[in-house]
């Protein structure tokens, strides 16, 4: 697995937007995935969906119209505990 990953974002009429290609997991990407989903345009509806991929094209992240899809919430709790 890669230390390097995707950020795509979808716009309230399907279009989906490239935000950052093979990209560490630094402040600007957390940046970026900040103001995506919880920015003025994601309020607002511009902002429909929001996905991370790793380099092998697995889904790490994925939002969706307000509401976090995946990890959920129980997937990210078990993970606290080991």
Known sequence: MSNLYNLFWW????NQHNELERHPLDDTFKSAM???TRGPAAMMGAV???MVT???DFTNYLW???RLIFPT???IKSRGKE
Not at 11 to 14: A, M, Q, Y
């Open 48 to 50: 429909q969906k929001v």
């Open 34 to 36: 900040a103001r995506l």
């Open 64 to 66: 969706e119209d307000g």
């Open 73 to 75: 919430e129980e997937q």
């Open 11 to 14: 716009d309230k009429d399907g």
């Open 54 to 56: 790793d380099m092998d």
